[in-house]
Structure formats: structure tokens, C-alpha cells
């Protein structure tokens, strides 16, 4: 059995990544939304395929850090979600949603898993949000 793993680490206004598998971490700020992880599975294929997860032998971890130049300003958001969740909702309404629901990040979580599950929520849908107000 493998699981996927993202997470972000914030120090001060920095941001820190650390990604294995199909899970996405998406930054948002204004009027841009940045996938900053790649999906770890076949372009072709089973959808239920990953091709690196924690557990596997030949797992690897995708880093970003500070050479990205990102930076958690007044207005910006993080946003880690599983496949749940962007296989049923597409960047540009992850986008959308949040600047509606800029300011509260709980119910903007709810709101977004509540898309997710009218389109059919096949698989788990977790969401985690930092977002920063002032």
C-alpha cells in the first residue's frame, strides 16, 4: 500500500513545498492560481495509477522553496487538495472560489468539497487552507 503526501511549510512569509504523488498544492494570489506540484502518475492510463508514493521503494520528494519567490502576502492562499477534489473541479473554479470566499477560508473548503461531491465525489476530497488576511 502507498499514500500520497503534500505540504506546505510556512516561515514568516516563505513558502516551503514538499509533494509526493497526485495530491496538488496550489498558490493564489490576486488574479493567478499556481499549481506548484506535478501529478506523480501516467499521462496515459489507469487513473487510479500513481508512479510515486510514500511506501514504494523508488519514492522521491518534488521540493520548492525559496527559489520559487513565493510569498505568503496579505491577500495570498495555499491550497492542498487531494484528486477528490481537482479531478471534479478545475483550476480556474478553485480560483473562482476563492476570491468569493477570500476571508474565509472554512467555508470557502466547504464550499469547494460541496462542488466536488454534486459532481459525483468518487474518491476522498480533503482540502487544507492558509490564507492570509493582513
Do not use: C
Amino acid at each position: 500500500m502507498a499514500s500520497t503526501f503534500s505540504v506546505a511549510l510556512i516561515d514568516g512569509s516563505d513558502i516551503y513545498v514538499g509533494h509526493v504523488g497526485d495530491s496538488r498544492v496550489y498558490f493564489i494570489s490576486g488574479s493567478q492560481i499556481l499549481r506548484l506540484t506535478t501529478d506523480h502518475k501516467p499521462r496515459d492510463g489507469p487513473r487510479n495509477v500513481i508512479t510515486n508514493a510514500l511506501g514504494l521503494e523508488s519514492m522521491w520528494v518534488e521540493l520548492h522553496g525559496k527559489e520559487a519567490g513565493l510569498k505568503l502576502v496579505p491577500g495570498s492562499t495555499i491550497i492542498s487538495a487531494t484528486d477528490g477534489l481537482t479531478d471534479l473541479v478545475s483550476e480556474r473554479e478553485i480560483h473562482a472560489y476563492t476570491q468569493r470566499y477570500r476571508g474565509t477560508p472554512n467555508r470557502l473548503a466547504w464550499e469547494l468539497v460541496e462542488l466536488a461531491k454534486k459532481r459525483g465525489g468518487h474518491d476522498n476530497i480533503t482540502i487544507g487552507i492558509v490564507s492570509r488576511q493582513n
